[in-house]
T-cell receptor, first 113, second 111 residues
Framework: GAVVSQHPSWVICKSGTSVKIECRSL??????MFWYRQFPKQSLMLMAT?????????EQGVEKDKFLINHASLTLSTLTVTSAHPEDSSFYIC?????????FGPGTRLTVT | GQQLNQSPQSMFIQEGEDVSMNCTSS?????WLWYKQDPGEGPVLLIA?????ELTSNGRLTAQFGITRKDSFLNISASIPSDVGIYFC???????????FGEGTQLTVNP
């Protein structure tokens, strides 16, 4: 199989606080994981590529100091949204690479009040 | 970033009808993928295509990799209510590289 989990599935936080989202590959090891953001009725937009043991590669326009990514093991990558603001409210989805394919997590709904 | 042109944006059909959607790009992709996303969930891989001209089926779903490598289509036959969701195409240029997604096709199936 190729199961990817995310935790939490939803989170509400206050403006100015930080939130950490975990992405785990449950039955396989993934040297590469990807983080996406999806706004309502829109497609997935790649935020960054996370490689185990090295720094993440961020897409243009994504602030690396605001969206901290850590890929400390072959089964876990974390995304920390620092000093969150209401405009950061979105659906965050990770994916993990197994072979040639990407398998997606169930997503995390972040609401910043 | 770049996105694929996916059409139609939405479809409203009756149960039992066939459905067709497609994606086009101005550049070449070496892999085409089709995903389905249910509300509040992550995308689930339906079909992966690796060769130009390849035609692949997965149950009632059939997808083809265009011979120019710049397009792909997905057909769903004999639609059922659980086919409701958003269908995304995605292209990849090289193995392990990032995916580029289409804008999605929202499918509604009326019983």
């Amino acid at each position: 199989g190729a199961v990817v989990s995310q935790h939490p599935s939803w989170v509400i936080c206050k403006s100015g606080t930080s939130v950490k989202i975990e992405c785990r590959s449950l039955d396989f090891q993934a040297t590469t994981m990807f983080w996406y953001r999806q706004f309502p009725k829109q497609s997935l937009m790649l935020m960054a590529t996370s490689n185990e043991g090295s720094k993440a590669t961020y897409e243009q326009g994504v602030e690396k100091d605001k969206f901290l990514i850590n890929h400390a093991s072959l089964t876990l990558s974390t995304l920390t949204v620092t000093s969150a603001h209401p405009e950061d409210s979105s659906f965050y989805i990770c994916s993990a690479t197994k072979g040639d394919e990407q398998y997606f997590g169930p997503g995390t709904r972040l609401t910043v009040t | 970033g770049q996105q694929l042109n996916q059409s139609p944006q939405s479809m409203f059909i009756q149960e039992g009808e066939d459905v067709s959607m497609n994606c086009t790009s101005s550049s070449i992709f070496n892999t085409w993928l089709w995903y389905k996303q249910d509300p509040g969930e992550g995308p689930v891989l339906l079909i992966a295509l690796y060769k130009a001209g390849e035609l692949t089926s997965n149950g009632r779903l059939t997808a083809q990799f265009g011979i120019t490598r710049k397009d792909s289509f997905l057909n769903i036959s004999a639609s059922i209510p659980s086919d409701v969701g958003i269908y995304f195409c995605a292209g990849r240029k090289t193995s392990g590289s990032r995916l580029t997604f289409g804008e999605g096709t929202q499918l509604t199936v009326n019983p």
